[in-house]
C-alpha cells in the first residue's frame, strides 16, 4: 500500500508537518510512505523579495517533485499546502489543475485523500483553506478523510494550536518565526496513520 505526502512549502513549516504525516502513516503495517513536492513557480528573485529562508530550502530541496502519474500508483494521497488569503498555495492549484488527465480517465476514484496546512495565525484561513481544497478531491473520486475527535488534542483549551475536523495544521506567525508545536506534530501524526488505516481497508 503506497501512501504519497505531496505538499508546496516554502520556509519549511509545511515540510515539517509533512514529515509528521508521514511519520504516522509509516505506523500502519504495510504502508509505504512518500514524501514528494508541487514544483515551485516563483523565481529566485521573488522568492528572496518574500522572505524564503535558504537555510530551511537546503532541508526540503531534496525532496523530489511529484508527477500526475505517482499519484495513479498511490492508495492514498495528503495533500498538503500554506494557507494564502484563505485558500491554497497557487503552486498547489496548478499542480491539481495538471490533472486533467487522471480526471478524464477516473485513475484517482476510491483513492483516500487529506489535506494539512499552515497559516500566519490562529484564523489565518486553516479551516478554509482545506475546505476549498476538498472539492478538487471530490471532483477527482476521492474518499475524503479529515481528523476525527479521537484526536483528543483538538479539545484542548490550555493553548493555542491549529487543527480541526478538517485536518491538520500549524501556526507559523506573521514573519514566519513559530515552528510546529507538539500537539500540532502529534495531530499531524494522527492524520497519517488515520489516513493509511482508511487507505488500508479501502484496499482490502
Known sequence: MLVLVVYYTMNGHTHSLAEAVAE???????????????PETLSAAELKRRGALAEAAKVFETVPFCTPEELEEADAVIFGTPSYLGNMAGQMRIFLDSLGDQWKRNALVGKAGSVFVSSGSQHGGQESTILNFHPTLLHLGMVVVGLPYTFESQR???EVAGGSPYGASTIVGRAGERTPSETELAGARFLGKHVAEIASKLAR
Open 156 to 158: 484542548r483549551i490550555d
Open 24 to 38: 504516522g502513516a509509516r505506523r500502519v503495517e504495510g504502508a509505504d510512505v512518500a514524501l514528494r513536492r508541487v
